[in-house]
């Protein structure tokens, strides 16, 4: 037996003066009882109670001895008490990590709306486009775009990020606009290297099919912020995600063309380093995202 048991059925006995009351309490057997509390008199080199017919009582140590127990199963019942309370409560520090155009577009405004809400969290935000060890780094929630390997993350998911295909109208007017995928390789295309990184755009037809067509242009980037501003600049098509376009489509600075083709979209999850006993803050902030996410939420300012 443990000593954080043996000093719960010390208490027990004494304030039941009853070694068979005392272990039926606590679900184990009146030997397993005996024995403990031998035990500990035998560690302890002294007598700690008296055993009659007419029950159990603590000796002059023994009395000291249980004094000494109800203070530490307080100390105990606090400590869980403060687990607990931490746990379920919303507040604290919550560090999240997002990547860099997610998270300065559509994240940012969106913390900055939660923390209004939520005086309480404090949060600490990190942007990195690079796979982050959430456990190694010690991030709460980290925001991820596309399937998610199976892993022994949490995970929950927060929507759909769907994508575009855009141009500038001087861009338009000088090359016209494409009607089917076969006439993508005749267009400067701009690659956005993260995703497109084989210069392979695939698209859904009208009909139904997918299919995976050849692009060539002047730019490719890992970065959509260049990506938009090559597009913006006429230098030709570009695949984004709406998010990214969605202002500049609403200020005419590019058009959506093909919007009869479907473009792959990307699942958006919240993944969080364990999925058993998820702090309060963490289960908050992720309910809030779904909400924020939900339907045409690119289209929204500020998320």
């Given at each position: 037996?443990?000593?954080?048991?043996?000093?719960?059925?010390?208490?027990r006995?004494?304030?039941?003066g009853s070694?068979?009351?005392?272990?039926?309490d606590?679900?184990?057997?009146?030997?397993?009882?005996?024995?403990?509390v031998?035990?500990t008199?035998?560690?302890l080199g002294?007598?700690?109670?008296h055993?009659?017919?007419?029950g159990v009582?603590?000796?002059?140590?023994?009395?000291?001895?249980?004094?000494?127990?109800?203070?530490?199963a307080?100390?105990?019942?606090?400590a869980?008490?403060l687990a607990?309370l931490?746990?379920?409560?919303?507040?604290?520090?919550?560090?999240?990590?997002?990547s860099?155009?997610?998270?300065?577009?559509?994240?940012?405004?969106l913390?900055?709306?939660?923390?209004?809400?939520?005086?309480?969290?404090?949060?600490d935000?990190?942007?990195?486009?690079?796979?982050?060890d959430?456990v190694?780094?010690?991030v709460?929630?980290?925001?991820?775009?596309?399937?998610?390997a199976?892993?022994?993350?949490?995970?929950r998911?927060?929507?759909?990020n769907?994508?575009v295909m855009?141009?500038?109208?001087d861009?338009?007017r000088?090359?016209?606009?494409?009607?089917?995928?076969?006439?993508?390789?005749?267009h400067?295309?701009?690659?956005?290297?993260?995703?497109?990184?084989?210069?392979?755009?695939?698209l859904?037809?009208?009909?139904?099919?997918?299919?995976?067509v050849?692009v060539?242009?002047?730019?490719?980037?890992?970065n959509l912020?260049?990506v938009?501003?090559a597009?913006?600049?006429g230098?030709?098509?570009?695949v984004?995600?709406?998010?990214?376009a969605?202002p500049?489509?609403?200020?005419?600075?590019v058009?959506?063309?093909?919007?009869?083709?479907g473009?792959?979209?990307?699942?958006?999850?919240?993944?969080?380093?364990?999925p058993?006993?998820?702090?309060?803050?963490?289960?908050?902030?992720i309910?809030?995202?779904?909400?924020?996410?939900?339907g045409?939420?690119?289209?929204?300012?500020?998320?």
């Open positions: 037996m443990d000593r954080i048991t043996g000093v719960q059925l010390f208490i006995i004494v304030e039941t070694f068979s009351k005392a272990a039926a606590l679900g184990i057997t009146q030997p397993t009882a005996t024995k403990s031998a035990a008199e035998q560690r002294a007598r700690l109670l055993r009659s017919t007419r009582t603590p000796t002059e140590v023994g009395a000291l001895y249980y004094e000494k127990c109800k203070r530490i307080r100390e105990m019942d606090e869980d008490h607990t931490l746990q379920s409560a919303v507040g604290g520090t919550l560090r999240i990590s997002t860099v155009a997610f998270g300065r577009r559509v994240l940012v405004p913390v900055l709306r939660y923390m209004r809400a939520h005086p309480q969290v404090t949060i935000l990190s942007f990195d486009d690079r796979y982050v959430l190694a780094q010690g709460d929630l980290a925001i991820r775009m596309g399937r998610l199976d892993s022994s993350l949490g995970a998911y927060l929507g759909t769907p994508w855009v141009a500038s109208p861009y338009l000088q090359h016209g606009a494409p009607q089917t995928a076969a006439d993508l390789p005749a400067a295309c701009l690659v956005y290297s993260s995703v497109q990184g084989d210069d392979r755009w695939g859904t037809t009208p009909d139904g099919r997918e299919v995976s050849p060539q242009g002047a730019l490719r980037s890992n912020s260049a938009l501003a597009a913006r600049a230098m030709g098509l570009a984004l995600p709406w998010y990214v969605h500049s489509v609403a200020a005419g600075a058009q959506p063309v093909m919007l009869d083709h473009l792959p979209a990307q699942e958006v999850h919240a993944v969080f380093p364990s058993k006993f998820v702090p309060s803050k963490v289960t908050s902030f309910a809030y995202l779904q909400q924020a996410l939900d045409a939420w690119w289209a929204v300012p500020g998320a």
